[in-house]
C-alpha cells in the first residue's frame, strides 16, 4: 500500500488488560479476543490521527527488532484483521469522531 | 462459559483480578414483584459523582464486565449519563432491566454506546400470570415491545425466566415468546429470600415434583437421561474446587456503596464510599474468609454424593446461617434431578423422623434468680 493509513479503536469494543494481553471484546457477535504484545501496542496507538507508518516506526520498531518495511506489512495486515472483525476502523483520512471508547486503562497489578 | 472465556477467568483467578462485577444502581422500582427480595425505598443511593468515581476505580482495578442492575435501572434519571461513562471506560457492560421504560429512542441511544446484552425478565407468555407477578398491568406488552425495539437495533437480549409456583406451568410459552422475538432465553427455578433475611418468600419456590418435571424435560435440558444421572464419587479435584466465582474474580455492589462477594450473598466487605474498590478487593478479611473455602472445608457438603456436581451457592448458604454449610435450596435442585437425597437432606430427614417422646425443658416457676439451685431441667 503506498497510501497513508490511519487507524483507531471502534467505539464499539470493550477492552482491558489482563496481566500482559489486551482483551477486547467486538460489539459484533460479542467476539472475544485477546491481541498479543504487539498488537495491544498497535490498538493502543490507534488514536486515528497518527498514521499506521509512524506507529509502526515509533512504537514497533523501536520495541522489537523487526526491519520497518517487513513491520509496516504486518502491521496492516493486522489492522485489516482487526477491521474485519469491527475492532479497529481504518481510513485514509484521519479518523477525528469516536465519540465513546477512550484508550483503555492499565490496571494496578493487584497482589494475591 | 466458552473455552476462550474460562481461560479468560482462570487467568483473571490467577492474576487476583476482579474481572466482573455487578453493580445495582438503585433498588427503586417501577415494578412490584412478588419474589423480589430488595427493600425498594431509596436509603440513600450514590450520586451520579459517587458512581462515576467509582467506576474509574473499576477500571483501574481491571474490571472488564460490568453488570448495571436494580432494581430498575431506568428509574435514575442520570443512567444514560453513568452509562456512556462506563462505556467511555470500555466496560463490556450487561443490562438487566424489565425494560417497561425502553422504547425506539431508548433503545437506539443503548446501540449507539455498545451495549453488549441486555436481560429482560419476562415471568409468563400470558398477560394475566406475567402481569400479576410484576404487580403492573399492561408490563408484559411493554416488555416485549421493549425487546423489540432492542432487536431492531441488532441488540442482544436474554430472556431470564424466573420460575415459581405462580408461572410453572409457562415455561414453555416464555420460550416459545423468546424464540419469536428472536431472543436468547434462560431459565431460573430458584426464589432467594429478601436481602433483609426474611424467607417469607421462599415458599414461592416450586415444589419438588414439578422441577423433576422440568429436570426431565427433554426440550430444556438435553439428554434427561444424563442430565439428571447418579453424580460421580466426588474426586480429590472436586474437593479442591472453589465453589463459584463470587469473591474470587466476581464481587457485587449495592446502590448504597455496600460491596459483598455477590448479588445473592450479602456478606459485607466493606463500603466504597469509605475505602478504594481495589483496597476492599484486596485486603478485606470477609473477602479473604470467602477465597478460603473448598469443598473439603464443608462439613456437611464434603461427604455428599453430589459433591462433584452440585450447584451449591455459598450465598444461599451463608443466608441460611453458614457460608460453609449446604444450601438447601441447590440440595433439594441435586434430589429432583437425579432422585438422590443429598447429605444435608439426609441429616435433615434423620432429624426430623427421631421421635421426640422425651422433650426437656426449664420449668418457669423455678427458673428466678431465687431458686437459682433448683433450676434443674424436668424430663416431661
Given at each position: 500500500?503506498?497510501?497513508?493509513?490511519?487507524?483507531?479503536?471502534?467505539?464499539?469494543?470493550?477492552?482491558?488488560?489482563?496481566?500482559?494481553?489486551?482483551?477486547?471484546?467486538?460489539?459484533?457477535?460479542?467476539?472475544?479476543?485477546?491481541?498479543?504484545?504487539?498488537?495491544?501496542?498497535?490498538?493502543?496507538?490507534?488514536?486515528?490521527?497518527?498514521?499506521?507508518?509512524?506507529?509502526?516506526?515509533?512504537?514497533?520498531?523501536?520495541?522489537?527488532?523487526?526491519?520497518?518495511?517487513?513491520?509496516?506489512?504486518?502491521?496492516?495486515?493486522?489492522?485489516?484483521?482487526?477491521?474485519?472483525?469491527?475492532?479497529?476502523?481504518?481510513?485514509?483520512?484521519?479518523?477525528?469522531?469516536?465519540?465513546?471508547?477512550?484508550?483503555?486503562?492499565?490496571?494496578?497489578?493487584?497482589?494475591? | 462459559?466458552?473455552?476462550?472465556?474460562?481461560?479468560?477467568?482462570?487467568?483473571?483467578?490467577?492474576?487476583?483480578?476482579?474481572?466482573?462485577?455487578?453493580?445495582?444502581?438503585?433498588?427503586?422500582?417501577?415494578?412490584?414483584?412478588?419474589?423480589?427480595?430488595?427493600?425498594?425505598?431509596?436509603?440513600?443511593?450514590?450520586?451520579?459523582?459517587?458512581?462515576?468515581?467509582?467506576?474509574?476505580?473499576?477500571?483501574?482495578?481491571?474490571?472488564?464486565?460490568?453488570?448495571?442492575?436494580?432494581?430498575?435501572?431506568?428509574?435514575?434519571?442520570?443512567?444514560?449519563?453513568?452509562?456512556?461513562?462506563?462505556?467511555?471506560?470500555?466496560?463490556?457492560?450487561?443490562?438487566?432491566?424489565?425494560?417497561?421504560?425502553?422504547?425506539?429512542?431508548?433503545?437506539?441511544?443503548?446501540?449507539?454506546?455498545?451495549?453488549?446484552?441486555?436481560?429482560?425478565?419476562?415471568?409468563?407468555?400470558?398477560?394475566?400470570?406475567?402481569?400479576?407477578?410484576?404487580?403492573?398491568?399492561?408490563?408484559?406488552?411493554?416488555?416485549?415491545?421493549?425487546?423489540?425495539?432492542?432487536?431492531?437495533?441488532?441488540?442482544?437480549?436474554?430472556?431470564?425466566?424466573?420460575?415459581?409456583?405462580?408461572?410453572?406451568?409457562?415455561?414453555?410459552?416464555?420460550?416459545?415468546?423468546?424464540?419469536?422475538?428472536?431472543?436468547?432465553?434462560?431459565?431460573?427455578?430458584?426464589?432467594?429470600?429478601?436481602?433483609?433475611?426474611?424467607?417469607?418468600?421462599?415458599?414461592?419456590?416450586?415444589?419438588?415434583?414439578?422441577?423433576?418435571?422440568?429436570?426431565?424435560?427433554?426440550?430444556?435440558?438435553?439428554?434427561?437421561?444424563?442430565?439428571?444421572?447418579?453424580?460421580?464419587?466426588?474426586?480429590?479435584?472436586?474437593?479442591?474446587?472453589?465453589?463459584?466465582?463470587?469473591?474470587?474474580?466476581?464481587?457485587?455492589?449495592?446502590?448504597?456503596?455496600?460491596?459483598?462477594?455477590?448479588?445473592?450473598?450479602?456478606?459485607?466487605?466493606?463500603?466504597?464510599?469509605?475505602?478504594?474498590?481495589?483496597?476492599?478487593?484486596?485486603?478485606?478479611?470477609?473477602?479473604?474468609?470467602?477465597?478460603?473455602?473448598?469443598?473439603?472445608?464443608?462439613?456437611?457438603?464434603?461427604?455428599?454424593?453430589?459433591?462433584?456436581?452440585?450447584?451449591?451457592?455459598?450465598?444461599?448458604?451463608?443466608?441460611?446461617?453458614?457460608?460453609?454449610?449446604?444450601?438447601?435450596?441447590?440440595?433439594?435442585?441435586?434430589?429432583?434431578?437425579?432422585?438422590?437425597?443429598?447429605?444435608?437432606?439426609?441429616a435433615k430427614k434423620q432429624n426430623a423422623s427421631i421421635p421426640r417422646l422425651v422433650q426437656i425443658q426449664l420449668v418457669p416457676a423455678i427458673t428466678g434468680?431465687?431458686?437459682?439451685?433448683?433450676?434443674?431441667?424436668?424430663?416431661?
Open positions: 500500500m503506498s497510501k497513508k493509513l490511519y487507524v483507531a479503536r471502534s467505539p464499539r469494543i470493550a477492552a482491558r488488560m489482563l496481566g500482559e494481553e489486551m482483551l477486547v471484546m467486538s460489539g459484533q457477535g460479542s467476539t472475544l479476543f485477546t491481541l498479543n504484545p504487539t498488537a495491544t501496542i498497535l490498538w493502543q496507538a490507534a488514536d486515528g490521527t497518527t498514521p499506521l507508518d509512524e506507529i509502526v516506526e515509533r512504537r514497533i520498531c523501536s520495541e522489537f527488532e523487526v526491519k520497518p518495511d517487513e513491520a509496516l506489512r504486518d502491521a496492516e495486515a493486522l489492522a485489516e484483521d482487526l477491521a474485519k472483525h469491527g475492532i479497529l476502523l481504518i481510513s485514509e483520512q484521519p479518523i477525528l469522531e469516536r465519540p465513546i471508547a477512550s484508550t483503555p486503562l492499565l490496571q494496578e497489578q493487584p497482589q494475591r | 462459559m466458552s473455552s476462550i472465556m474460562q481461560e479468560i477467568s482462570d487467568r483473571a483467578l490467577r492474576l487476583g483480578v476482579p474481572f466482573s462485577v455487578q453493580l445495582d444502581l438503585t433498588y427503586r422500582c417501577n415494578e412490584q414483584c412478588v419474589h423480589c427480595y430488595l427493600d425498594h425505598d431509596d436509603h440513600g443511593e450514590m450520586t451520579t459523582v459517587e458512581i462515576k468515581h467509582l467506576l474509574k476505580e473499576m477500571a483501574e482495578a481491571g474490571v472488564f464486565i460490568l453488570t448495571l442492575s436494580g432494581g430498575e435501572i431506568f428509574m435514575r434519571k442520570d443512567f444514560f449519563e453513568i452509562l456512556e461513562y462506563a462505556r467511555s471506560l470500555t466496560f463490556c457492560i450487561k443490562l438487566k432491566t424489565n425494560a417497561v421504560l425502553i422504547r425506539e429512542a431508548q433503545a437506539a441511544r443503548l446501540r449507539d454506546l455498545g451495549v453488549e446484552s441486555i436481560q429482560i425478565s419476562i415471568y409468563s407468555h400470558r398477560p394475566e400470570v406475567h402481569d400479576a407477578i410484576t404487580k403492573v398491568p399492561g408490563s408484559l406488552r411493554r416488555s416485549v415491545n421493549a425487546i423489540r425495539f432492542l432487536r431492531a437495533q441488532g441488540l442482544k437480549v436474554v430472556v431470564a425466566n424466573v420460575l415459581m409456583t405462580e408461572n410453572m406451568q409457562d415455561y414453555h410459552g416464555v420460550r416459545a415468546l423468546a424464540d419469536e422475538i428472536d431472543a436468547k432465553y434462560t431459565l431460573d427455578p430458584t426464589i432467594t429470600p429478601k436481602m433483609d433475611g426474611d424467607r417469607s418468600i421462599l415458599d414461592l419456590n416450586a415444589g419438588e415434583s414439578a422441577l423433576r418435571r422440568l429436570f426431565r424435560d427433554e426440550a430444556f435440558v438435553g439428554n434427561a437421561d444424563k442430565f439428571c444421572a447418579p453424580p460421580p464419587v466426588p474426586d480429590e479435584d472436586s474437593m479442591k474446587a472453589l465453589p463459584c466465582s463470587a469473591g474470587h474474580t466476581a464481587c457485587y455492589v449495592s446502590p448504597y456503596g455496600e460491596f459483598y462477594p455477590c448479588v445473592q450473598f450479602p456478606l459485607s466487605c466493606g463500603n466504597v464510599r469509605q475505602q478504594r474498590f481495589i483496597d476492599i478487593w484486596r485486603n478485606s478479611e470477609q473477602l479473604k474468609e470467602v477465597r478460603s473455602i473448598r469443598l473439603r472445608d464443608l462439613s456437611n457438603c464434603s461427604q455428599c454424593a453430589h459433591g462433584s456436581t452440585c450447584t451449591r451457592c455459598p450465598g444461599l448458604a451463608f443466608m441460611e446461617g453458614n457460608m460453609r454449610g449446604p444450601s438447601t435450596a441447590d440440595c433439594e435442585k441435586s434430589f429432583a434431578r437425579t432422585g438422590i437425597p443429598s447429605a444435608n437432606l439426609l434468680s431465687r431458686l437459682s439451685g433448683m433450676g434443674a431441667p424436668q424430663v416431661m
